[in-house]
């Protein structure tokens, strides 16, 4: 389908994060939900009451969330697909306000992480597929099904553990410029190296931070984003694909389909080039991940 009709037709009028981040054993997932909201409406100058749909994922069900701010939605999605279920919601958020569903949409996430206050129970209990078809072979959680990603990659093209550390390192950089990053020192490859082993290949500061912490996005249509007093963020291009729920049945350990055809749909919508972007930025959950989303987004073989 040719969506390239959709480019522009909705904006991000705010953003904004909880009003902490780390170890917070004393705050909920939904008051991190919370905090964030309220941050992301000030940031775009909208009241609680302006907001008609409402997104989220994890934890927390979509219906929680406006019964908390003491609001009625006319639209509610809680697409859960793990850690990219957000960018998913900016695409629906949009669908929704082209069809004349909704006209201001809460994207919202909050999570105890770290600490665990008042979250649910996890999604894979023992009748998952998960634990049915994985767990009995060795599979344990996030890092041993990317570790298979990594394992796989190394043998196809000569990856190193040092090339995965500059990863690690290069995100913290980042990290030490963000005044509300959890951990801020620097770190060197040797650093990374010498950290405990997780899962092979991956040590510990190979692995993403466990953390409590939210964030929430505002999202309206082009015509309602012009009367707000903040410039704003127009959606050129989005897309989505799904190819597997296990590891195990990931079409390719190498080639990251999903990405790809996501990517493909992105730029088709946007009618943007690799050459027009100054910015990019990938889901980091294990440092293979930047890896392969560079290759498999065609911005290196």
């Known amino acids: 389908a040719d969506c390239r009709n959709l480019r522009g037709t909705a904006a991000i009028v705010g953003v904004a994060e909880s009003d902490e981040m780390g170890r917070l054993p004393h705050k909920s997932s939904l008051q991190l939900h919370m905090e964030a909201t309220h941050n992301a409406l000030a940031d775009a100058g909208l009241k609680k009451g302006d907001v008609d749909a409402v997104f989220t994922s994890g934890r927390n069900m979509a219906n929680d969330l406006p019964e908390y701010l003491g609001i009625r939605p006319r639209f509610v999605g809680g697409t859960q697909v793990g850690g990219c279920s957000f960018i998913l ?41 998960n634990n049915q078809f994985e767990l009995p072979y060795g599979s344990s959680g996030p890092a041993t099904g990317y570790g298979f990603l990594a394992t796989r990659h190394m043998h196809e093209y000569g990856t190193t553990s040092e090339q995965l550390a ?18 801020r020192d620097p770190i060197t490859i040797d650093d990374v190296l010498r950290s405990r082993l997780i899962c092979w290949p991956f040590h ?18 082009a015509e309602r984003a012009r009367d707000l007093h903040k410039k704003p963020v127009y959606v050129l291009g989005t897309g989505e694909c799904v190819t597997h729920q296990m590891v195990s049945q990931m079409p390719s350990f190498t080639s990251w389909e999903a990405a790809r055809v996501a990517g493909e749909r992105a730029f088709r919508m946007s009618g943007l080039k690799h050459a027009d972007i100054d910015v990019a930025e990938f889901y980091d959950a294990f440092t293979i991940v930047p890896m392969l989303a560079l290759e498999e987004l065609g911005f290196c073989k």
Do not use: F, Q
Request: with cysteine; glycine share 10%; hydrophobic share 45%.
């Open 89 to 129: 919601h900016v695409e629906h958020a949009m669908a929704a306000i082209n069809a004349g569903l909704c006209e201001v949409a809460l994207i919202t996430h909050g999570e105890s992480g770290y600490s665990r206050i008042a979250m649910p129970a996890p999604r894979w209990g023992d009748d998952s597929t």
């Open 166 to 183: 500059e990863v690690a390192v290069a995100t913290r950089k980042w990290a030490a410029m963000n005044p509300k990053a959890y951990v």
């Open 204 to 221: 510990l500061l190979d692995c993403c931070l466990v953390t409590d912490g939210g964030g929430a996005a505002i999202v309206t249509s």
